[in-house]
């Protein structure tokens, strides 16, 4: 079964804080993680004060009826979709979905970067390969810090009589 490549934005409605938003959207890519895998599913979601973008990835009717069910999420509004095409292959293969987390340094810059995204090929492949560089980043830098924790713990203990 060929794959597709689905990218849409929408604004999101959750009550509550930003803090308590973000985890709102923990929740919501923790549930997606066990549906997605089910349907062969891969993708990532960036969320950006009030803002989401997502990637899908995998068969068509999978797709369509993940989709759907955004589209009839009370919680979006003002879905639109950016592209849904053919795929080659999988830009977020390891992941059944997962959430793309920026720091407060880009999250400044983001929203003009998410709002700006068009209804074009390069505009959305642009933003998927964005997409696809912030979670490698952020999956590099943790790595990274925990390498140094790691080794602070053991020249502690090392320096311990």
Do not use: K
């Amino acid at each position: 079964m060929p794959l597709h490549r689905l990218l849409y934005r929408s604004e999101i409605t959750l009550p509550g804080s930003e803090t308590a938003v973000r985890h709102q959207i923990d929740a919501i890519v923790a549930e997606s993680e066990a549906r997605n895998a089910a349907a062969e599913l891969t993708g990532a979601l960036l969320y950006v004060r009030g803002l989401i973008v997502q990637v899908l990835e995998g068969p068509l009717p999978a797709i369509e009826a993940t989709f759907e069910r955004i589209c009839c999420d009370l919680r979006h509004r003002r879905v639109e979709l950016l592209e849904l095409t053919q795929a080659e292959g999988r830009m977020f293969g390891s992941w059944s979905m997962t959430h793309i987390r920026v720091g407060h340094d880009l999250d400044a810059l983001l929203p003009t970067r998410l709002i700006e995204i068009g209804a074009d090929g390069a505009s959305a492949h642009a933003t998927i390969n964005l997409m696809r560089s912030l979670l490698t980043a952020g999956a590099a830098r943790a790595a990274s810090q925990a390498e140094g924790e790691a080794a602070a713990t053991a020249r502690a203990s090392l320096s311990r009589p």
